[in-house]
T-cell receptor, first 113, second 111 residues
Framework: DSGVTQTPKHLITATGQRVTLRCSPR?????VYWYQQSLDQGLQFLIQ???????AKGNILERFSAQQFPDLHSELNLSSLELGDSALYFC????????????FGQGTRLTVV | LAKTTQPISMDSYEGQEVNITCSHN???????ITWYQQFPSQGPRFIIQ???TKVTNEVASLFIPADRKSSTLSLPRVSLSDTAVYYC????????????FGGGTRVLVKP
């Protein structure tokens, strides 16, 4: 158990819909990272938050957004969903800003039908 | 756009040493090189991290040459349970220091 909790574990939704994925980081970690893993694109970094502020942005689509709340949990919002958004979405957390020894959650498997 | 590249797959036998090299020509100046292990349907698990030269922990060693344009993960005396996909992760200078994973190396350990 990495200490990072992601909910839900599985999500099935229709095209055009909007979903929210939730991540609770390890106790004491201030950074949260979001990743997308799909068969054709591999692991892609989406975005990082550190202590409530956006720290780094990766290949995140404009239809996607994220935030980190004062209690440090984070949410990833995916809207206007397309079939190609079907993937595993991972959250990771680390103590500092530089991904040192980041710990990953078990992921949310999103299926868009 | 420079890519972080790894071999797609490697086969090995129990008890052998496995070395996986990741090429990262445009690594960000101040960024570390991190390696993860991933089993099916699980999140990646941290293995080792380094900046330059050699780093060793209880499960692996990481060799980084002076130019830092590549790194080699060494798994000593692998066992069947080391069968997994291994990813390197670096900050890519050409991509604004975005964290970039390699494509992953699928390691199969045979009895």
């Amino acid at each position: 158990d990495s200490g990072v909790t992601q909910t839900p574990k599985h999500l099935i939704t229709a095209t055009g819909q909007r979903v929210t994925l939730r991540c609770s980081p390890r106790s004491g970690d201030l950074s949260v990272y979001w990743y997308q893993q799909s068969l054709d694109q591999g692991l892609q970094f989406l975005i990082q938050y550190y202590n409530g502020e956006e720290r780094a942005k990766g290949n995140i689509l404009e239809r996607f957004s994220a935030q980190q709340f004062p209690d440090l949990h984070s949410e990833l919002n995916l809207s206007s969903l397309e079939l190609g958004d079907s993937a595993l979405y991972f959250c990771a957390s680390s103590a500092g800003t530089d991904h040192t020894e980041a710990f990953f959650g078990q992921g949310t498997r999103l299926t868009v039908v | 756009l420079a890519k972080t590249t790894q071999p797609i797959s490697m086969d090995s036998y129990e008890g052998q040493e496995v070395n996986i090299t990741c090429s990262h020509n445009n690594i960000a100046t101040n960024d570390y090189i991190t390696w993860y292990q991933q089993f099916p349907s699980q999140g990646p698990r941290f293995i080792i991290q380094g900046y330059k030269t050699k780093v060793t922990n209880e499960v692996a060693s990481l060799f980084i040459p002076a130019d830092r344009k590549s790194s080699t993960l060494s798994l000593p005396r692998v066992s069947l349970s080391d069968t997994a996909v291994y990813y390197c992760l670096v900050g890519d200078k050409a991509a604004g220091n975005k964290l970039t994973f390699g494509g992953g190396t699928r390691v199969l350990v045979k009895p």
